[in-house]
């Protein structure tokens, strides 16, 4: 019964695995044609951003799309059901 195993002690069938590396979770798993996002954050708390270039990041190869305060309306003025919608559209 499950009631009577206080203080007994259990093989963990993972140990090996964890410690040599070999235990694969969920992060570990690739599926293709999955697509990454990656965001650039200020380096100063508070900080007005005036400008961002992105042509270096458009130069990139595999960059789908760079979504910028610019292609976003006011959030406190647009429902979050249509933030979708306003975003810029992926080929």
């Not at 990656?38 to 130069?59: E, F, G």
Request: proline content about 5%; some cysteine.
């Amino acid at each position: 019964m499950g009631t009577k195993v206080i203080g007994k002690n259990f093989p963990n069938y993972y140990s090996k695995k964890q410690v040599t590396g070999k235990l694969i979770f969920g992060a570990d798993i690739e599926f293709p044609d999955t697509c990454y996002a990656k965001i650039l954050r200020s380096k100063y708390a508070h900080a007005k951003i005036k400008n961002i270039d992105t042509l270096k990041a458009r130069s990139l190869n595999g960059v789908l799309a760079i979504i910028t305060g610019k292609d976003i309306p006011s959030i406190s003025s647009v429902p979050l059901t249509k933030i979708n919608q306003l975003l810029p559209k992926i080929k």
